[in-house]
């Protein structure tokens, strides 16, 4: 069985700094593809960035230059630093991996999502 779990979400004024963190654990073989989404009330979940297995980055065009993703494979885990943050990053962010099992099966896992509100 694998898993995603997300911290690091919470309150911030405008301005301000969040790093949400994202780790898989189970059965994993490989993780190609990271990424992290989100998803604001009345709005369609949306991808805010996304990184390789070779480190290739692709970020949504409204946090390029705020926002910042990484991965450390030894702890098969990813990054997300929201830097400068605004009123209109508030929503829900969910983190997603696509992941090779041992069992040889290669699908899309989602984390439980983690709230981010920038507010004063």
Request: charged fraction near 15%.
């Amino acid at each position: 069985q694998v898993q995603l779990v997300e911290s690091g979400g919470g309150l911030v004024q405008p301005g301000g700094s969040l790093r949400l963190s994202c780790a898989a654990s189970g059965s994993i073989f490989s993780i190609n593809y990271m990424g992290w989404y989100r998803q604001a009330p009345g709005k369609e979940r949306e991808l805010v960035a996304s990184i390789t297995s070779s480190n290739r980055t692709n970020y949504e065009d409204s946090v390029k230059g705020r926002f910042t993703i990484s991965r450390d494979n030894a702890k098969n885990t990813e990054y997300l630093q929201m830097n400068n943050l605004k009123p209109e990053d508030t929503a829900v962010y969910y983190c997603n991996a696509l992941i090779s099992a041992t069992s040889g099966l290669m699908r899309t896992y989602w984390g439980q999502g983690t709230q981010v509100t920038v507010s004063s």
